[in-house]
Each structure stands twice: as C-alpha cells, then as structure tokens.
C-alpha cells in the first residue's frame, strides 16, 4: 500500500512537473512571439532559430534561400541534360553516318611497312567492317625488294583472326631468285606486325 501512494505520488510530481514546464515554455513563446512583432531584431533571431531547428515561420529567409538554391541546381542540371542530349544526337548522327560508310566499303584493309637494309616488309590486316576495326578476320606479311631491275615479292606469312600465324615455307630456289638468305627471311618474320590475339 505505501509502495502504490508512493509510485501516485511520483508520478502525479511528474506529470505536474512536466505540465508546469510545457505551460512556461508555452507563455514564454507567447510573450517572445508579441515581443517580437515590435523588436524586429529579435523576430530576425526567432526566425533563426526556427530555421535551425527546422520549423521555419512562413516567409523566413532560410526557405527563400533554399528555394532559391533549388532553382539553381534545378537549371544546372537542365542545362547538363540539354548538353548530353546534344551529345547523344551527335552520337547517333556519326554512327549512322559510319554505318552508311560501312555498307559502301567492301575491303577494308590497313597496311603497315618496316623498311630493313635488304628491303621492305609489309603487313596488311583486312577488317569485316569500317565501324569495328577491333575486330580483323585476315592479316598477310610479305617482302618486296627489286633485284636486277625486276620487283620480287615473297610471302612471309598469314594469319586468319583467332589462329596462329602460319609462315610460309620459302624455298632455297624462290630465296635466291630474290636474293635473299634464311637470316634476311627470319628478320622479315620479325618485322611483320601480326594483330595481337587475346
């Protein structure tokens, strides 16, 4: 029985406690909110503070802000949409142009040369399209060289897209109509630049 009077009277403290402070902090509000219609030095702190704690009054400066600082990120990022879609329409403009390309170009087919004391070494690399040069399907290396006033060209090798480079087997008879030695072929077979495989 004293435990239960007890716990009453604690928690009738308590609630009577907490009422006396909400009814002072509700009468101090009241008389600082009438005060602050007159001192517009303390309505500029209250409006403040509610902007701090995240209750803003109607009209307060931290709203006008943040509205203000919307609109700007809300036309920065226009702006960027409007600058990628531009980029997109470029995009797709070139694509359809290469596309066009592509379907007019039947070979297509890049060369490199490496010149060697004895001659010239040439690797060609043929490609399926203009728009995926990445993606060859046969690469050829072979020599020229001119001896006794007459052009002599001996294939080196080949390669098709996904295999191993196939060298050419030369005879002694085709080296000496070119006047070259197994030593010069070997350096041509270095000089070739086959696509590199993954």
């Known amino acids: 029985m004293i435990a239960l009077r007890w716990f009453q009277h604690a928690v009738g403290s308590s609630i009577g406690t907490v009422m006396v402070y909400v009814f002072s902090g509700l009468l101090c509000a ?7 219609e007159e001192i517009p030095e303390l309505a500029e702190l209250i409006h403040e503070v509610r902007c701090i704690i995240g ?9 006008s802000d943040e509205i203000d600082s919307l609109r700007d990120l809300q036309e920065e990022t226009a702006h960027k949409n409007r600058e990628l879609e531009e980029r997109l329409q470029a995009q797709e403009t070139r694509e359809e142009e290469l596309a066009a390309l592509s379907t007019k170009v039947e070979n ?10 004895f001659g010239v070494v ?30 002599r060209r001996i294939a080196v090798g080949e390669q098709d897209a996904g295999k191993p ?13 070119a006047d070259l030695t197994r030593a010069q072929l070997e350096q041509a077979q270095t000089a070739c630049h086959f696509p590199k495989t993954p």
């Open 30 to 36: 009241l008389v600082v909110t009438s005060v602050a």
């Open 55 to 63: 209750f803003p009054a109607e009209g307060a400066r931290c709203i």
């Open 108 to 117: 297509f087919s890049l060369f490199e040369s490496e010149t060697l004391d």
């Open 165 to 177: 480079i196939v060298w050419h087997r030369v005879s002694d008879a085709e080296l000496q109509d």
């Open 122 to 151: 040439t690797t060609g690399v043929r490609f399926g399209t203009v728009l995926r040069p990445e993606e060859w399907s046969h690469a050829w290396c072979y020599t020229d060289r001119t001896v006794r006033g007459l052009a």
